[in-house]
């Protein structure tokens, strides 16, 4: 797979990936919840502020690496879960697993990914992080945790906003249906949900959600695992103080991408409010509407440690395999670095709410 000459942004991968992604699978990866309204929320917050730059600072010395977790990081930039990549390329998780190795990126594995979590741990030349959806049974969700343990994952990811799956009406007037070859592998042999409702209507409150997770799953889980846990999903400042108080070691500023609750706020409105409750108690991740290495600067200047980029990475695998990926990747992380420069901010500690212009009001 070639990477067409003219991809020099991500907003090029995702137009090559609309082009060449048969309409089945495209409506999936690119489907959002009910009209689209979150999802296009996360582009206009960023979209909207401006950069306030400072001149003639000394740049000599400029870096993007940070620490997490102990851990060095050469940018702030994690890949977000996302399952079944083989939708778009033969080799999956693998070969997204191999490029974030390639360019120092971390990677977080999907529960429901297309290739069991040790394949992409032994494809893998990085950190690796495991996404948690818990099952119907605790012994299952533990089996899970065991693995990600055994293979070498960094850290566990809860998604706590997806007690149900949101109403994406593009992927259902498409039709989509997962291919044959193509399942959620690290599932096989678990008990499944072999829920089915007692009569007409909606299902959803008829014992769909008999398993759904709460604060107690939460604190089961921080103390099954030596390994820190972060919650993905937080929206609400309110839920700083119980997920602290349960155990998390982090949180994940997330909407879900736009593809849970419609008509949510974009993950920049409420960052800096989740961010400001959080008072650096525990790392704040920003997840949902990447594009740009100025989105990255925007997210941090709101109160983040570091950010996830998901579909850009679906697109670019689509359109250029593993090399597309880690050029993609490679893009985000040059733009970053360009907007620090650009700004006048040469280490990421540079980085503040001053970064954003604010104008006056008269």
């Not at 409750?277 to 290495?293: E, S, T």
Request: charged share 20%; with cysteine.
């Amino acid at each position: 797979m070639s990477i067409p000459a003219d991809t020099v942004s991500l907003h090029d991968y995702e137009r090559h990936f609309t082009a060449r992604v048969d309409a089945a699978t495209r409506a999936y990866i690119a489907g959002t919840g009910a009209d689209g309204i979150t999802r296009q929320a996360n582009r206009d917050a960023y979209d909207r502020m401006r950069l306030m730059p400072r001149a003639l600072r000394d740049l000599s010395q400029a870096s993007a690496a940070t620490t997490l977790f102990g851990q060095a990081m050469p940018y702030p930039v994690l890949i977000a879960p996302m399952a079944f990549h083989r939708l778009v390329h033969r080799d999956g998780e693998r070969a997204t697993a191999q490029a974030a190795g390639l360019t120092g990126t971390w990677m977080t594995v999907s529960t429901q990914s297309s290739v069991t979590l040790e394949e992409v741990a032994a494809a893998a030349g990085g950190p690796l992080w495991f996404q948690i959806y818990t099952q119907p049974r605790f012994e299952d969700t533990l089996t899970l945790v065991r693995r990600a343990e055994a293979a070498g994952y960094r850290a566990l990811v809860l998604t706590v906003d997806a007690p149900v799956s949101g109403l994406r009406n593009i992927e259902q007037r498409a039709g989509f249906r997962l291919p044959d070859g193509i399942a959620p592998v690290n599932l096989a042999g678990l008990t499944p949900d072999n829920f089915t409702p007692s009569h007409p209507g909606s299902p959803v409150f008829q014992g769909m959600l008999h398993a759904a997770a709460t604060w107690d799953t939460v604190r089961w889980l921080c103390a099954e695992t030596r390994l820190p846990v972060l919650l993905k999903g937080i929206m609400n400042p309110d839920d700083v103080d119980p997920a602290i108080a349960a155990g998390a070691a982090g949180i994940i500023v997330s909407n879900h991408g736009g593809r849970t609750l419609d008509t949510l706020p974009a993950v920049a409105e409420v960052l800096p409010l989740v961010a400001a409750r959080a008072a650096g108690r525990l790392p704040i991740l920003a997840d949902g509407g990447i594009r740009r290495g100025t989105d990255i600067l925007k997210a941090l200047a709101l109160g983040a440690d570091a950010v996830l980029v998901g579909q850009p990475v679906l697109h670019a695998l689509a359109v250029g395999g593993m090399a597309g990926v880690a050029h993609m990747l490679t893009i985000l992380q040059t733009e970053l670095e360009v907007a620090m420069a650009l700004s006048g901010r040469a280490r990421l500690a540079d980085i503040d709410r001053s970064v954003i212009f604010d104008p006056p009001r008269w």
